[in-house]
């Protein structure tokens, strides 16, 4: 007996299902390889799976490298976005989606790009995520923003009065730099009242020419002097343009007065800068010929049959020579960067005898050569100055080089350094040549030189004296040049205000034993191994017990049981950077002994703000000065 049933229908159903299924695969593939919008799968290790060819061709990967499992979120992301992405995770977990935000991800080829990312959990073990390149969108905000920036401090920064007056002259607006120059209320000047402020003998012609302007609609340009707040008459120079409403209808002018007084009662200064120039550069050719001439001459014999013989003898001058232009060119070139605003002082808390010391080993080639005695005073109690070592340094270097200088063979140099109230003092005196009494008020000018026939010392640039002014002035303090006249010597005293550790008390006592009797424990974190591996032999030729190690992690794990002194500490390292490592040994009570150190190429201020609230005690940046480190550590 057979039995049949008709399935036709179901048969029918059963392709129609099929088929709508095989559609819609097909467009969701189509929509996948959108050219627009980058879509990517993921695992819940952050690997991606998947990706379309609009994300392969967005990041600069293969669809080989997408299969070979060579793309993970992690790798692509930059080590300053990893706490974002930490966050746009914990999203993810919390509510199975990811709110659209921005970052940047590393391309195949290390450089970066811009995206706006958005994701969703599409079960326990996978989610997908969509990115949009916003590259030329960011890059087009940076323009704006930096042009903004830019126009923004062209107008903070200009000195010009700014002012517009209606079709009759009257006034309708002044900016409060012209208020605050004249001291007027603005409804005393308003609408006719400023013509009162204009110098009586230059009333007649401004105004004529400004009302013929009015009348013309034309441009307007006039010099007129007027009577300021303090009661000083100024010259100012006026430039106005007529403008109109949208409808073509003139509506008054618009103009700016530029302060020209400096300018007028500079003529004299330019003539004598001039001058100046010109001295310095005959100065400059002089001061080059002098070391060239015996390197010349020194050659000329190396150059000879049998000159070999001689290098030995001729080898120090020659190098003693070049040395000098090489100073030469290295105050040409500070001076250039400083006046340029290109120096970027990178401060700390400093011990000033570290300083001093540096600048007295770097001065005392020239202190012993011309046979001079150098006499050092200095306080028991350490003085620490908020400040950049190198650059303080430099300083004090210049000041010394110049009592050397200026002094005769034999003579005598003290350096004295005392706390005066809140300030530290420093004075480097000499019983040189002294200092002329009309030459006192601009030593500290650039290229100011006094020339003296007949007194046997070396001359310079007359530009050292001024990259001293400069740089104490970056750091907040005074120099002062004070001399009794012709050789009655001189005095050099510079002023720096002292750090709040200094006028606390917090200053560290100097050490009663050094730190390889105390064998103080150092750990080293850095990521780059060989940068460690150096940090460690230097650390340890301290005699000190130092452990490196080269990340987060392993930093987390290794102090529980070493209990480091010391913690020196790499910023920008990947995964777990050092401000993260940080904040999680300050939320460890039983580790508050412990003193963290950075030592990171991040130097700007936001840098060491973010290190200090992560609880870094001491931000230094590389390449650090070991001798500025070595006194940190050895002071715990």
Known sequence: MNHGIDVTEHVKMRQKTEKTMREAQERCLTAFEIDTVGVIFFNKDNRITEANGAFLKMSGFSRKDASAGLLRCDDLTPAEWKTVSSKATEELKATGRISPYEKELFRKDGSRWWALIAAKELNDNEGVGYLIDITERKQAEQSLRESEARFRAIAEASPALTWQVDAKGNAVYLNQRFLDMLGIALEDLMPTGWRSVIHPDDAPAYVAAFEQALHDRARFQHRVRIKTAEGEWRWLKSYALPWFTTAGEYAGHIGISIDITEAVNAETALLYADRCKDEFLATLAHELRNPLAPIANALEIIARPGGAADVPRLLPMINRQVNHMVRLVDDLLEISRITSGKVELRQAPTDLAVVLCNAVEAGRAQISEKKHKLDVSMPEVP?????????????????????????????????????????????????????????????????????????????????????????????????????????????????????EMTMHGKTPEPPKTDATARKLRVLVVDDNHDAAEVLVMLLESMGLDVKGVNS?????????????????????????????????????????????????????????????????????????????????????
């Open 383 to 499: 003085l620490i100055v908020y400040a950049d070592p190198v650059r303080l340094e430099q300083v004090f270097t210049n000041l010394l080089n110049n009592a050397a200088r200026y002094t005769r063979e034999g003579g005598r140099i003290w350096l004295t350094v005392r706390q005066e109230g809140d300030s530290a003092l420093i004075s480097v005196r000499d019983n040189g040549i002294g200092i002329l009494p009309e030459m006192l008020p601009r030593l500290f000018d650039m290229f100011a030189q006094e020339r003296r026939n007949g007194d046997g010392v070396q001359g310079g640039l007359g530009i050292g004296l001024n990259l001293v002014y400069r740089l104490v002035k970056m750091h907040g303090g005074t120099v002062e040049a004070t001399s009794e006249g012709e050789d009655k010597g001189s005095e050099f005293i510079v002023r720096l205000p002292l750090s």
């Open 552 to 636: 987060g992690p392993a930093a987390l794990a290794i102090i529980p049981d070493y209990r480091p002194n010391v913690i020196l500490m790499d910023i920008g390292m990947p995964g777990m950077d050092g401000n993260e490592v940080a904040r999680c040994i300050r939320q460890q009570p039983q580790f508050d002994d412990i003193k963290l150190i950075a030592l990171t190429g991040w130097g700007q201020e936001k840098d060491r703000r973010l290190s200090h609230e992560s609880g870094f005690d001491y931000h230094l940046t590389k390449p650090v000065n070991f001798k500025v480190l070595k006194d940190l550590i050895t002071a715990i």
